[in-house]
């Protein structure tokens, strides 16, 4: 069975009248994290039933069409409290509707809805144990198995048996879990995954509370950011809280130290989010610093024409003009230019199945300007080479455009080791800077660029601290083979090969 990984966006509404249109809005701004599938779930008082009750609508494809019907929002997903999910779009089993998020049950505490962002590592040891006692499964996420966790704990107050599940798993997971009375959001003690709280105020009213993976979720709504989930916690928010202006907030026991997910930085949050207690925009900013400083510009002759540095729209945007600001600090003569346009109606290109369709996508996904390239020393600058697939296809078509030289600058270290926490990286073998074992020279040929560099680890971490001075760590694993919680290297390793 080919493990999913639940790299996605999830999204938590508390005490507002208008709960499932503001996650709806939030999982829209949250769709960078995840496009193929999105659900919503709500808690309402039914009447007739005389209980609470958890109407539910979740389908394939983006938000804005699994919520084309927006009645949904007067006549179904009703009440005052809601969790929403995105799942980021991965192959094989993804297409079994049994695993689109939120998942709802019912059990003896009632009923009981969950949105989770992260990768379980120790998934198939708990399943295995779930297995033999004869437990049924209605999907393949890992995320199920939070839910027989906790159903199955033999604590008696519902937080307790949420505590006593979650206890048991090792890995990354930002939980947003909704119960009849409570929104509960919590962060695994390493704190992979990002997980914010945020508030909007209502006049005459006890604010609504929010939670959300990214706060670019919370500026669409309205809503302020008051704080992160803390690695290792687990807030619960409900009515008496509200009205006390205090949450309770349990500690879930840790054991490896707190390593929040660095390629989160690099990559995958937006960069007018806040993530980690910092914003990203900042942060990539000083690696595209750095990066000046590991990987300069070619130097050319005085009567030359400046080299152009372009970024590869839009996720090394930000780290680029980081970049061109340093190399002219440095005396490095140099100009930004926009030199490629994005289409933004193509999917992530990283996730196409099989090598040519991925190609086929990188062309679809970019075009060139032919009058900003033509004839000029071209300095493409791009957040990460995973596959190498998008530099490969970038520079062929940035010669054809007529570019004199090309030199490509990796705004992060060569990724080396695939993620088991998560991250949506190929197998080993398959990772660029493997292929060729880091032969720069070889690299570069494949490539067919002048030359390649990339930003060092070191340079990675300076930059990760100085934009950001909280004292927590990161997990860098992709970039060192560090893991910060055990793996299964011999068995992910083969469910990772896709
Ligand atoms: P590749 O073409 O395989 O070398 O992938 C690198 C490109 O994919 C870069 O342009 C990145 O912006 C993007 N990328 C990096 N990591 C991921 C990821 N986990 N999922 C999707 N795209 C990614």
């Known amino acids: 069975m080919r493990q999913i990984r639940e790299y996605c966006g999830i999204f938590g509404m508390f005490n507002s009248e208008n709960a499932a249109q503001q996650i709806y809005l939030g999982l829209h701004a949250l769709q960078h994290r995840g496009q193929e599938s999105a659900g919503i779930v709500t808690s309402v008082y039914d009447e007739a039933k005389g209980k609470k009750v958890m109407p539910i609508h979740k389908g394939h494809g983006l938000v804005l069409d699994v919520f084309k019907d927006t009645t949904l929002f007067e006549s179904k997903l009703l009440g005052t409290a809601g969790i929403g999910h995105n799942r980021y779009s991965t192959s094989g089993s993804s297409d079994n509707p049994a695993n689109i998020q939120p998942f709802l049950v019912h059990y003896r505490d009632g009923n009981l809805a969950l949105g989770h962002n992260g990768n379980i590592s120790n998934a198939k040891e708990i399943r295995r144990t779930f297995i033999e006692r004869g437990t049924l499964f209605q999907s393949t996420a890992d995320s199920e198995l939070i839910l027989h966790l906790i159903a199955q704990s033999t604590r008696r107050k519902q937080v307790d048996k949420i505590s006593d599940a979650v206890s048991q798993l090792e890995g990354a997971f930002s939980l947003v879990?909704?119960?009849?009375?409570?929104?509960?959001?919590?962060?695994?003690?390493?704190?992979?995954?990002?997980?914010?709280?945020?508030?909007?105020?209502?006049?005459?009213?006890?604010?609504?509370?929010?939670?959300?993976?990214?706060?670019?979720?919370?500026?669409?709504?309205?809503?302020?950011?008051?704080?992160d989930v803390e690695p290792g916690e687990m807030i619960v928010i409900n009515q008496e809280g509200i009205e006390k202006g205090k949450f309770e907030s349990y500690s879930l026991a840790r054991n490896n130290g707190i390593s929040q997910c660095v390629f989160e930085y690099v990559y995958f949050s937006r960069p007018d989010s806040k993530i980690f207690g910092e914003m990203v925009d900042k942060v990539r900013r000083k690696m595209g610093k750095e990066l000046a400083h590991d990987a300069p510009v070619p130097t050319v002759g005085p009567d030359d024409p400046r080299p152009i540095v372009i970024s590869v729209p839009d996720s090394s945007n930000t780290a680029t003009l980081g970049y061109v600001t340093e190399s002219k600090k440095l005396g490095q003569p140099c100009?930004?230019?926009?030199?490629?346009?994005?289409?933004?109606?193509?999917?992530?290109?990283?996730?196409?199945?099989?090598?040519?369709?991925?190609?086929?996508k990188?062309?679809?996904?970019?075009?060139?300007?032919?009058?900003?390239?033509?004839?000029?020393?071209?300095?493409?600058?791009?957040?990460?080479?995973?596959?190498?697939?998008?530099?490969?296809?970038?520079?062929?078509?940035?010669?054809k455009a007529g570019a004199k030289e090309v030199h490509f600058r990796s705004?992060?270290?060569?990724?080396?080791?695939?993620?088991?926490?998560?991250?949506d990286f190929p197998s080993h073998a398959e990772l660029f800077y493997n292929q060729f074992e880091g032969d720069l020279?070889?690299?570069?040929?494949?490539?067919?660029?002048?030359?390649?560099?990339?930003?060092?680890?070191d340079g990675l971490h300076r930059a990760v601290q100085a934009a950001n001075d909280s004292?927590?760590?990161?997990?860098?694993?992709?970039?060192?083979?560090?893991?910060?919680?055990?793996?299964?290297m011999a068995v992910t390793k083969e469910e990772n090969d896709w």
Not at 441 to 457: N, Q, T
């Open 335 to 360: 100009r930004y230019e926009i030199g490629l346009i994005r289409n933004h109606y193509v999917g992530r290109t990283f996730i196409a199945p099989g090598q040519s369709s991925r190609e086929q």
């Open 362 to 399: 990188v062309r679809s996904k970019f075009n060139t300007v032919e009058g900003v390239l033509k004839d000029r020393v071209v300095v493409m600058v791009d957040d990460s080479i995973v596959r190498g697939t998008t530099a490969k296809q970038l520079v062929q078509m940035v010669r």
């Open 177 to 227: 879990i909704l119960t009849d009375t409570s929104l509960i959001a919590l962060r695994d003690p390493n704190g992979f995954k990002p997980l914010a709280i945020g508030k909007i105020e209502q006049p005459g009213k006890s604010p609504a509370y929010c939670v959300a993976s990214e706060t670019c979720a919370f500026d669409l709504i309205g809503a302020t950011y008051v704080r």
């Open 471 to 488: 004292s927590h760590g990161y997990c860098d694993a992709c970039f060192s083979n560090n893991y910060p919680v055990p793996v299964d």
């Open 411 to 423: 705004a992060s270290p060569p990724v080396i080791s695939p993620c088991f926490y998560g991250m």
């Open 441 to 457: 020279k070889k690299m570069e040929e494949w490539l067919g660029v002048d030359s390649l560099a990339y930003l060092s680890v």
